[in-house]
Structures are given as C-alpha cells and as structure tokens.
C-alpha cells in the first residue's frame, strides 16, 4: 500500500526514516519552493500524535534568525504531517568530523548564535534539552541555524533527555530543566569545537555520568582567553552559570572582543562559510539544482513567500538516520512547529484540500518553571520558582503577562542587590546571599491570576526578618494589565475614609497580630508602594499589612490578613469582585 502523501507537494527524495517516522525532500508544486516534510510514523498512537501537536504549537512561536523556523502541521485521517522549508547547509557534526577544531573565532561565532537562538526559546519558556553538533546546521554563508526540538520542555520540567555527551548536571539527575542547562550543553559543543574533542569521553554511560556529575571542567586545553567562558558555562551547579543564553551572549561578546579584536565575529563567519562550501557537494538543494539565491538564503521572500500558502519557514535537523550526513536539516523526531489560525491542509477521502480556517489555540494554562541566576558583580543568587502562563491565541499577550508575573521578583532582587551593594556592617561579615523564590496561586483565572511571591534571603548580612518579605502580583489575563493595590478598589475606597474602613477591617480580622491590638493609621501613598498589598483569592481577600513600613515594630512583621468578600465587597471596584469565581455551596 503506498504511503500517504501530503498533496499540494512533489516529493524528491526521502532523507531519512525511523521508527519515529520518515522525512522527505519535497517541492511546492505551485512555486517550486523546496520544503521538507516529516510524516508521524503511521502506527503511531495517541500520545504520540498528541505530543507532535502539543509540540508543534509550542514551537511555532520561536522567531529568530539563529532557529530553523517550523510551519506547519498537517492532519487527516491518513496521517499527520509537519511542512517545513528546507536549509540548504551541512551539520556542525560533519565540519568536526572533516576539519577537526576550529579557530577560536569560528567557534565563538556557533557559539553565539546558538545562544541567541536559544535565547529566543528561553524567552517563551522552551528549554532545547538536546543541544549538539548534529543539531546546528552551518549554511554557506557561514550562518547557523539551532534545529531539532524534539525533547524539548518548558522550563521547570524535570526528565532526562538529551545526549550524554553534552547533558548537564541536572539532567543526570532528572531533576527540573532551565535555560542555563542549554547554556551547558551550548558550552561542551563550544569546547569540542576549539579542541576538536569533547569535554568528557567515559567507557559507558555510567562513566559519562561521574564525569559530568563530578569531574573538574578540562579546560587546559582551551585557549587561555577563553577558560573562564567554558568554565563558567560548565560549572556543575547551574547558580554559578550565566543566568541564561542571553546573559551568556554578553559575556561572550565581552571575552571575545578583548581576547581577538572588534573584528573577530566577521573572521568567525568567514571561517565558517569555508568551512561549510568545502562541503558543498553535500548540500542537497545544491546538488538537485534546487537551491535558489534569496529563498534559502534568507527563509523567506519571493518564492517562499509564494508557497507560503502552503509551507513556509525554515527547518533543519538532520533527520533520522541522516546525522551529519550533509542532508537536508529538518525538525527532529518530534520537534515541530504549526502557526495557529491559518490554512490548515484538511484530508477527506483520500483527497488533501487547504481550507482556511482558525484552530483553537491551546488553553492558557498556568505552570510552575524552576527560576536560577548566577552570581554577577555580587555574590548574589536567585533560585526557586516563578509562576509563568502557556498557551493562549496570542503569544504577545502569553509574553505580556509573564513578563508581569516575573516582576516582582526581578524587583526584590534588585532591592536586596542595592542593600548587598550598600552594606555598612562589619567588613568581616560575608555577603554571600541567596534569595529563594517560593510562589503561591492564589486565584488562577478566568479573569484574573493572583500569585504571591515569598522571598527569603539566607544571608548572614541580610540575616534580619525584614528582609524576609512577601510581594503580591494580579494580572488581567485578557490585557496583561497589572492591577496595583489602588486598581483593586473602588474609587471611593481610595480617599482616607475607605482607608479607615479597610483599617478597622485589619483590626477585626487580624485576630492574633499587631494589627488587632493598634493598627497603624494608613495613608494613600502606602497603597502603592510595599506597604500594602492585596491578593486575590476565591474565598477572601488577602491583604499583607508591612508593619515595619507602616510604623509599627519590626516583631510585627508582614502577617497576612483573610476578609471575607462579604465584608471587603464596599472597598473593592464591583467588576473586580464580579470577575473573581465564588465556590458553590458544599
């Protein structure tokens, strides 16, 4: 029985298959544009076909030069099918394999894209997980493009995954992934490419594991200016790498300029296109006469914008069975990418049709993702969690409101840096801290997602209770909006006499507090600073009174204080109380 076919394109060649499925070389019949095409293995089941979607949307939103961008995903009821168009370039594996090392500068210029290719994922909360030389495809031009998310995950999801060779630390252990376990995979591919070996070579996987679990970073064999990058890059505890690949770019972009001069990207690149048009026999749209100068060079324009109707973008990772071969890049085994909302290839009775119409975008869900930065000027770290939303139809608003719900801890880091920076005790006294990032949901949706953030310094110069504080954020998930402390009420709650109000509300309710015995008088300017803050909840309102900052004694502290909605219904803005979802009666 033939295989089915996504129509609307000629197939070419078939560049790999796998249990996983196969992946062919295909033209645009219409425009000629070449694209590849991954097919789900027919026999796949449920999951997955749900974890190629599920993927496949996920990935659709990463927009940068340095990502094979992904297109489209095809369904019927003979198969499913990711389009993609194809690069015309060979695998980083292969330049090793034929050139061994590479200059310094060459090296840094993988480096660096990589980086802001995964710099993009990170920033839509993706984590690569299988970052390797078989996963960059270098074009003639000597650009690179990052391909391949089949493992990837959202920050903060433990598994394993990836390639032993270039796992870190974390991943051995299966512990939750974050933009800084790319940033160590990024750095044993940096290593292998200006030694021409890779970081660790152990007898069997369990040797591998100590290794990258426990063994010192070699980096004598690294050029001088370079051992503290891949040092860094490599460290054992993900705190005491770069925050992430965009923090790691600045450092890079830094060594690099000292080391080799302001010109050394633009000798990197021309290193590369050498290297890469040594092995242009290999580039299979050039060896068809398929490759086009502006289509591949660039991932879009003319023709590719011509068969856009049907597949656009760009791809690459070599496909199975295909590694380092030279073929074509395509996503991997489940990397793909779809764009939500536009025309989708509809197969009935054999026939493939394109209708335009809208897919339902996924839920806006909301998640927990492990939070880490390292160390920088002070010896300042940040480690825990941060709430962030997936999903949702329109990307910028998912950016909008984790950019919101990462605010406020970005903000106390800033705060307790300050007070590090500014510290007046004993010289003697280390100041060595680490904030710890503990979030709680407090209302999740439909219109509103509360969350509070508890912040605990383990410092011995920030060792007072004061430092250990709460802070609250809601955002309106229809806008992005945050609502300050003065936006949850009324506008007659906002004068002195609803401060008064809200004032004998804390007495009456903050029952075994400082609060019950003398509430501090509340004025207007507190509601939008530190002092006050409110956190919405589907019972109460929780309100965080800082006594401290409103007069009282340190033991006061910032205790949290319940009232009921019944009784907070006057101060709070009627759509605000509207839109919080009541539990039914039990």
């Known amino acids: 029985m033939a295989e089915w076919r996504v129509a609307g394109f000629r197939e070419i060649r078939e560049l790999g298959r796998g249990g996983q499925g196969r992946v062919v070389l295909a033209a645009h019949e219409e ?54 168009e194809a690069v015309d370039g060979v695998s980083l594996k292969r330049i090793l394999a034929e050139h061994g090392a590479l200059e310094p500068e060459a090296a840094l210029t993988v480096l660096k894209g990589s980086l802001l290719g995964l710099a993009a994922a990170h920033h839509l909360g993706v984590v690569h997980r299988d970052y390797k030389p078989a996963n960059v495809i270098v074009r003639a031009d000597g650009l690179s493009k990052l391909i391949d998310f089949g493992v990837a995950r959202y920050m903060g999801e433990a598994g394993g995954g990836g390639t032993p060779a270039y796992m870190a630390p974390e991943q051995w252990r299966s512990e939750p992934v974050t933009p800084v376990t790319d940033v160590y995979a990024a750095t044993c591919v940096f290593f292998e490419c200006v030694t021409g070996r890779r970081p660790f070579a152990g007898d069997g996987i369990a040797e591998l594991r100590r290794l990258h679990l426990t063994a010192p970073v070699p980096v004598a064999g690294v050029p001088e200016p370079l051992r503290p990058l891949v040092a860094k890059g490599m460290a054992k505890s993900p705190w005491e790498r770069p925050a992430g690949a965009a923090a790691f770019v600045e450092e890079l972009e830094s060594v690099a300029s000292a080391a080799f001069g302001a010109q050394w990207e633009e000798r ?23 490759a086009s100068s502006g289509v591949l060079a660039a991932g879009s324009g003319g023709a590719g914008a011509a068969a856009g109707a049907a597949a656009h973008g760009t791809a690459g990772a070599t496909a199975a069975g295909s590694a380092g071969t030279g073929l074509v890049g395509v996503a991997g085994a489940k990397g793909a990418a779809a764009v939500a909302g536009t025309a989708v290839l509809a197969v009935t009775a054999g026939t493939a049709v394109y209708v335009t119409r809208d897919e339902p975008p996924p839920p806006l869900t909301v998640t927990l993702a492990a939070h880490q930065e390292a160390a920088t000027s002070l010896p300042f770290r940040v480690t825990g969690q941060l709430v962030r939303v997936r999903g949702g139809a329109d990307p910028a608003l998912t950016r909008r409101i984790n950019g919101a719900l990462r605010a406020p801890v970005d903000a106390r880091a800033a705060e307790l840096r300050d007070a590090l920076a500014r510290f007046p005790g004993d010289p003697s006294t280390p100041l060595d801290t680490t904030m710890r990032v503990t979030p709680s949901v407090r209302l999740s949706g439909p219109q509103y997602l509360s969350v509070r953030y508890d912040f605990a310094p383990d410092s011995r110069a920030l060792w007072h209770s004061t430092w250990h504080v709460d802070r609250t954020v809601t955002v309106d998930l229809r806008t992005g909006a945050v609502l300050r402390p003065s936006d949850h009420l009324a506008p007659s709650a906002r004068g002195q006499a609803g401060l008064s109000a809200l004032r004998l509300l804390l007495r009456e309710f903050g029952t075994g507090t400082c609060f019950a015995d003398q509430p501090p008088e509340i004025g207007v300017r507190h509601l939008d600073d530190a002092a006050i803050q409110f956190a919405l909840t589907e019972r109460h309102l929780e309100v965080l009174p800082d006594g401290p900052a409103l007069g009282l004694s340190t033991a006061c502290s910032q205790p949290t204080i319940a009232i009921p909605y019944e009784r907070a219904a006057a101060l709070l803005r009627p759509e605000v109380l509207k839109a919080i979802p009541r539990p039914s009666p039990s």
């Open 31 to 84: 425009s000629g544009t070449p694209v590849a095409v991954k097919y789900l293995a027919a026999g796949a089941g449920e999951a997955d076909r749900d974890e190629f979607e599920h993927e496949a949307r996920m990935l659709g939103q990463v927009d940068s030069p340095h990502v094979a961008r992904l297109y489209r995903l095809v369904r019927g009821e003979h198969g499913t099918a990711i389009v993609m």
């Open 268 to 290: 990197g690149v021309r290193v590369l296109a050498g290297a890469a048009a040594a092995l242009a026999a290999l580039f299979p749209l050039t060896a068809l006469g398929l």
